[in-house]
């Protein structure tokens, strides 16, 4: 007799590797924090442009009327204090080219998503003065449009000097109060990081508003001089890329190799092991 010879199924063996899971066709998150940038700077330069208009309006006919310089600076640095709490869990709450490109020399953000952070920046800043525009386009054009221009009496030695300094210091700030060492050494002191970073866009404005009506924005500066599109508002507008972009690069480099000693850390790899 035969005997039927039942074979059994060799059990597969484990994989020794775990397959990824299957990327996600659209990255949600990235496309919210880009509108997310998009909208804060649109509002950003809405808000503060039409009090820039205002205020000449306003002082045009009573040189006492209008909220003044002082009240120029509270509404640039009170917006920022605003909308960085608004989106900072959901894009970083930069809403500005100079913050982007300095977190991205510390490393904390990726090429692509800065290069378009930027670029949703700069349309935001685009369309808020666009509105100013479309609801005040009489008074927008009698009154310079909200565009920075170096102011008579400086050179452009003196304003690329200013831009660089109120950059840095409002990148500085950044770095300060969302460095997480320091959150965790201070953490008994309840610090609300919006909350330096719009004072020191205030303290700037009020230094340099005399000197380039403050930049330190390249999306609020290409914002207003897309839309006003004079002659003047072009001349020296490379200032207001230029002195952003290298106030930014000098925090970040101040903060992340000096405070922080990235480079002595860096250099600390290299020893060999005392143990060895």
């Known amino acids: 007799m035969s005997k039927e010879v039942s074979e059994e199924p060799e059990h597969a063996r484990p994989k020794d590797y775990t397959d990824p899971p299957p990327a996600p066709l659209f990255d949600w998150s990235f496309y919210r924090a880009l509108i997310a940038e998009f909208i804060a700077t649109l509002l950003f330069l809405y808000i503060t442009v039409a009090t820039v208009i205002g205020y000449k309006v306003q002082s045009s006919a009573d040189q006492c009327g209008g909220v003044g310089t ?3 600076a509270w509404a640039f640095g009170g917006m920022i204090f605003i909308l960085v709490y608004c989106t900072a869990g959901i894009s970083g709450g930069h809403i500005n080219p100079a913050v982007t490109f300095g977190l991205l020399l510390a490393r904390k953000v990726s090429v692509i998503r800065a290069v378009m952070y930027i670029v949703a920046q700069c349309l935001g800043g685009i369309v808020g003065v666009g509105i100013v525009k479309g609801i005040m386009k009489h008074q927008y054009n009698a009154n310079g449009g909200g565009a920075n221009v170096v102011a008579s009496g400086y050179s452009n030695g003196t304003a690329l000097g200013a831009e660089i300094i109120g950059t840095f ?3 500085y700030t950044v770095f300060s109060a969302t460095d997480p060492k320091r959150n965790a050494r201070d953490s008994h002191v309840p610090v609300l990081a919006p909350l330096p970073i719009g004072f020191a866009v205030f303290m700037v404005h009020l230094a340099t508003i005399p000197i380039t009506g403050t930049g330190i924005n390249p999306a609020r500066s290409i914002g207003a001089a897309v839309i006003y599109n004079q002659k003047k508002a072009w001349d020296d507008h490379w200032i207001f890329w230029a002195g952003p972009f290298i106030g930014a690069l000098a925090a ?9 000693a990235a480079a002595i850390k860096a250099l600390g790899s290299f ?3 005392p143990s060895n």
Request: hydrophobic share 50%.
């Open 70 to 72: 002082l009240g120029i």
């Open 169 to 171: 210091v409002l990148v």
């Open 252 to 260: 970040a480099a101040y903060h992340q190799y000096i405070l922080r």
């Open 271 to 273: 020893r060999s092991n």
